[in-house]
T-cell receptor, first 115, second 116 residues
Framework: AQSVTQPDIHITVSEGASLELRCNYS??????LFWYVQSPGQGLQLLLK??????LVQGIKGFEAEFKRSQSSFNLRKPSVHWSDAAEYFC?????????????FGKGTKLSVKP | GAVVSQHPSWVICKSGTSVKIECRSL??????MFWYRQFPKQSLMLMAT?????????EQGVEKDKFLINHASLTLSTLTVTSAHPEDSSFYIC????????????FGPGTRLTVL
């Protein structure tokens, strides 16, 4: 079945450590790819997106993500995590790209940050 | 730019009553608006998609008579939960899309609905 998979439900990292959140998709054509962050009780904020071109995408708050077609992955990374990064992170895709498709979300990864 | 607001941010109502949630695009015209529902510790589930001036398209399993969606203008969509029951308690999030090739949706801050 077509899906978006975030294998890690909950990750805890120490402040200052590096972070990688995984996302895999199972759609035939390369979809549009997104990462969103959600703080408790809040809506979603777009961190970054990939449509085409350079497979390493820079986003806000020091985040980046790399699209790897061969692995059907779009993992989110940050070299040094801050306590304020603690939140829920959602990977999302628009299958097949295009302007009319709907977002399909992964189940999310909760990030906790240890002092 | 690209700000989406929701009102109210939270609401508590009695079982059997109806609740209306507003979603507004403050600085752009939204040709399409989306309504999502999010259960605790879970992902966002798309409920329906609405285009200005036309009927909403509901996802499978979503009762259109229970969740009434109106998209009367390019900056406002409303979701009315009719005859609310405790199982309707959830976090409802809207998003808006201006159109064009990039397909970016801008999300509202969400509305927490609690039905007693």
């Amino acid at each position: 079945a077509q899906s978006v998979t975030q294998p890690d439900i909950h990750i805890t990292v120490s402040e200052g450590a590096s972070l990688e959140l995984r996302c895999n998709y199972s759609y035939g054509a390369t979809p549009y790819l997104f990462w969103y962050v959600q703080s408790p009780g809040q809506g979603l904020q777009l961190l970054l997106k990939y449509f085409s071109g350079d497979t390493l995408v820079q986003g806000i708050k020091g985040f980046e993500a790399e699209f790897k077609r061969s692995q059907s992955s779009f993992n989110l990374r940050k070299p040094s995590v801050h306590w304020s990064d603690a939140a829920e992170y959602f990977c999302a895709v628009v299958p097949g790209g295009g302007s009319q498709g709907n977002l399909i979300f992964g189940k999310g990864t909760k990030l906790s940050v240890k002092p | 730019g690209a700000v989406v607001s929701q009102h109210p941010s939270w609401v508590i109502c009695k079982s059997g009553t109806s609740v209306k949630i507003e979603c507004r695009s403050l600085d752009f015209q939204a040709t399409t608006m989306f309504w999502y529902r999010q259960f605790p510790k879970q992902s966002l589930m798309l409920m329906a998609t609405s285009n200005e001036g036309s009927k909403a398209t509901y996802e499978q399993g979503v009762e259109k008579d229970k969740f009434l969606i109106n998209h009367a203008s390019l900056t406002l969509s409303t979701l009315t939960v009719t005859s609310a029951h405790p199982e309707d308690s959830s976090f409802y999030i809207c998003s808006a899309r201006a159109g064009g090739p990039n397909n970016e949706q801008f999300f509202g801050p969400g509305t927490r609905l609690t039905v007693l």
